[in-house]
């Protein structure tokens, strides 16, 4: 199976910055890469999908992008509700697969 | 729209069978791919399989054997059932939906369960 590797484990910035979370692939996945917010005791929200389309209702300070088996989620502009674990999902091999999450604190 | 909310028992004793059902709210399960997903502690989140509201389903390798999707109790509901259930069966299982544009439930899921607490103890 497609294996994500997410990276930082936990990224700790102040509102009003930006901040950028890696996901790598380990084949290719073509464009089939999705990211998703999740907070405490909620279930996963979509952000992006197709690695740069942004979901309904997602505010355009979320971004992402992909270079090859690199994926980048771009979020501008931090606010503290921003604060969340992020996960990357894979759906270009089957099983589906999810990367381990990053961690966004906002100080 | 697409509001889903799982339910079953919270606690399940080893051996047994671990069944959980997913309710959708203001919306219909035509049409759509349905996903169980579980998230164990202290861990990253897994797929567990999907299902057409046909009812051809799709399971992760890693637990095709014990695991079974179906659709029903009611019109508007599908289910889970694990098997043999042991305590790294532990976790927080969510239903989630594959939007109507994508061709298999392998996907990416636009909307999901708050999810549900299954802990595997004696």
């Known amino acids: 199976e497609i294996v994500l590797t997410q990276s930082p484990g936990t990224l700790s910035l102040s509102p009003g910055e930006r901040a950028t979370l890696s996901c790598r692939a380990s084949?290719?996945?073509?464009?089939?890469l999705a990211w998703y917010q999740q907070k405490p005791g909620q279930g996963p929200r979509l952000l992006i999908y197709g690695a740069s389309s942004r979901a309904t209702g997602i505010p355009d300070r979320f971004s992402g992008s992909a270079s090859g088996t690199d994926f980048t989620l771009t979020i501008s502009r931090l606010e503290p509700e921003d604060s969340a674990v992020y996960y990357c999902?894979?759906?270009?091999?089957?099983?589906?697969?999810f990367g381990q999450g990053t961690k966004l604190e906002i100080k | 729209q697409g509001q889903l909310q799982e339910s079953g028992p919270g606690l399940v004793k080893p051996s047994q069978t671990l069944s959980l059902t997913c309710t959708v709210s203001s919306d219909s399960i035509v049409g759509y791919y349905w996903n169980w997903i579980r998230q164990r502690p202290g861990e990253g989140l897994e797929w567990i399989g999907y299902i057409y509201y046909t009812g051809s389903t799709h399971y992760n390798p890693s637990l095709r054997s014990r695991v079974a999707i179906s659709v029903g109790p009611s019109q508007n509901q599908f289910s889970l059932d694990v098997f043999s259930v042991t305590a790294a069966d532990t976790a927080i299982y969510y239903c989630?939906?594959?939007?109507?544009?994508?061709?298999?439930?392998?996907?990416?899921?636009?909307?999901w369960g708050q999810g549900t607490l299954v802990t595997v103890s004696s």
């Open positions: 084949q290719s996945v073509s464009s089939y």
């Open positions: 989630a939906r594959a939007p109507r544009n994508c061709n298999t439930g392998t996907c990416y899921l636009d909307y």
């Open positions: 999902q894979q759906y270009g091999g089957s099983p589906g697969t």
